[in-house]
């Protein structure tokens, strides 16, 4: 079965920086585009950045343009997100996506939380 497992969130202060990582299963990974979503409270989910399998393309969310990068590892089966210049709005869950043979599939989410 199809999981996702999230990692690397943290506390940090605004400007700081995070990695995320998802590690995936069940699935050919290297085939299928891969997806970071994001859910501050009282929000809904939105997506924050995607990348294409096998990583030629790459997309992003205006608000994190220029300060995010989403890149994967097909060898390990990861997908990673870099978050440079975090400012409090960037707080939420976030969570890895993929979409596999016409289903949503989620991880656990980890939480990153900015703030001094």
């Known amino acids: 079965q199809v999981q996702l497992v999230e990692s690397g969130g943290g506390l940090v202060q605004p400007g700081g920086s995070l990695r995320l990582s998802c590690s995936a299963s069940?699935?050919?990974?290297?085939?299928?585009?891969m997806s970071w979503y994001r859910q501050a409270p009282g929000k809904e989910r939105e997506l924050v950045a995607s990348?294409?399998?096998?990583?030629?393309?790459?997309s992003y969310a205006d608000s994190v343009k220029g300060r995010f990068t989403i890149s994967r590892d097909d060898a390990k089966k990861m997908v990673f997100l870099q978050m440079n210049s975090l400012k409090a709005e960037d707080t939420g869950v976030y969570y890895c996506?993929?979409?596999?043979?016409?289903?949503?599939?989620w991880g656990q989410g980890t939480q990153v939380t900015v703030s001094s």
């Open positions: 069940g699935f050919t990974f290297r085939k299928y585009p």
């Open positions: 996506n993929t979409f596999f043979r016409a289903s949503n599939y």
């Open positions: 990348i294409t399998g096998p990583g030629t393309f790459t």
